[in-house]
């Protein structure tokens, strides 16, 4: 175990809002409370669509600390992760809607954005993200990221946590510290500068970062403050917010950061290699067990050809950030495959009553 844990965040306005005099729409939180250590960011989605924006990113990383360091047992040790993807996202999205409600807000779509967080609980650890930007581990070893953004086809495009399947998209990690010696969290607009999405590759500045979480409160903020705005801010007239968080353990040992790799081989990825492959060339098996035991004990999902092509309207649950006045612009959420999977039995209880009554109708 370290020796201290020492939380550290930070979030600058990007030029994009700052010379329209526009608001900051990251936002950043971390706190010590009830031994848990945690550090939550959110990039809300912005542009003329999401006018509540900042006002959902706060609610988010606020919401996501307390609960964290309130019940950071309960989500550690409960095996059904998709309990604890479900109850983290209600809370959420529950506190939005209430903020919705007193600020005559007409949705929490209004106030998307996207969410990571880690909490540590002595040598314990949780993480969880949806959406863009980037979570890495330092070790001695290097750097590795954790979990990696969330984007389409296009680096403008990712998924929020206000989307009503959100769970389906969060990512949970249990894990430990044991060789950790800082964990860093970064919405898009730093991490795009430090993280190759080609090769996977965080580069070396990111240990640097880190290691500014050890020094004295007042002289940290500056360090970070100073270090974002020269070389991710000042350079761009477009610059996205940059927003920054960090657990630094004391007493572990840091990696030689001349060793650090600058430069990584791209892997032999196969992008045609999609899901809906793997359920097609899955389907004539999964439907001859199903002829031999109870349907309930093979999962429905990978047998309805319906739900299989809704998976091609996955793509749909993304937001389009690309357009040119840099607003976040929704298209229409995924159909969800349940909704298919109800009308296919409604379907075949009309049939089978219909020749049930042609049985009756015709018999001699």
């Known amino acids: 175990m370290p020796d201290a844990i020492k939380l550290a965040c930070m979030s600058l306005v990007g030029r994009k809002h700052s010379d329209k005099e526009q608001p900051n729409e990251d936002a950043c939180a971390s706190l010590f409370q009830n031994g848990v250590s945690v550090v939550c960011l959110a990039d809300g989605a912005g542009g003329s669509r999401y006018t509540a924006a900042a006002m959902g990113s706060s609610s988010v990383v606020r919401t996501v600390t307390e609960l964290m360091s309130k019940h950071f047992d309960a989500f550690f040790h409960d095996v059904r992760e998709n309990v604890a993807r479900?109850?983290?996202v209600t809370a959420i999205q529950s506190e939005l809607a209430i903020l919705a409600n007193e600020n005559r807000i007409d949705g929490i779509e209004r106030m998307s954005s996207t969410m990571l967080f880690c909490a540590v609980k002595d040598s314990r650890m949780i993480c969880g993200h949806i959406g863009d930007g980037l979570i890495c581990k330092v070790s001695s070893s290097g750097i590795v990221p954790l979990t990696i953004p969330q984007n389409g086809e296009n680096t403008g495009s990712t998924y929020f946590i206000t989307f009503p399947d959100a769970q389906d998209y969060l990512r949970l990690i249990k894990t430990?510290?044991?060789d950790a010696h800082a964990i860093v969290l970064m919405t898009d607009g730093l991490s795009d500068m430090v993280y190759d999405a080609s090769t996977y590759l965080v580069r070396p500045v990111v240990a640097g970062l880190a290691e500014l979480a050890d020094l004295p409160e007042t002289e940290m903020n500056e360090q970070l403050k100073e270090t974002?705005?020269?070389f991710v801010i000042r350079p761009s007239n477009v610059s996205d917010d940059a927003t920054i968080g960090v657990l630094y353990f004391s007493g572990t040992e840091a990696p030689e950061t001349s060793k650090l790799l600058n430069e990584k081989q791209m892997p032999a990825a196969d992008y045609k290699d999609v899901m809906r492959n793997v359920q097609l060339e899955l389907l004539p098996r999964v439907k001859l067990a199903r002829s031999y035991v109870s349907p309930d004990q093979i999962q429905p999902e990978i047998v309805e050809q319906a739900h299989i092509e809704a998976c091609e309207e996955d793509e749909d649950a993304l937001i389009d950030k690309s357009?040119?006045?840099n607003e976040k612009k929704a298209v229409s959420?995924?159909?969800?495959?349940?909704?298919?999977?109800?009308?296919w039995a409604i379907l075949s209880i009309v049939a089978i009553t219909l020749v049930v009554v042609l049985i009756i109708i015709f018999r001699p």
Do not use: M, V
Not at 333 to 341: E, I, L, N, R, V
């Open 228 to 230: 974002i705005q020269k």
């Open 86 to 88: 479900s109850i983290l």
């Open 333 to 343: 959420a995924p159909k969800k495959a349940g909704k298919y999977a109800f009308l």
């Open 176 to 178: 430990t510290t044991d």
């Open 323 to 325: 357009d040119s006045d």
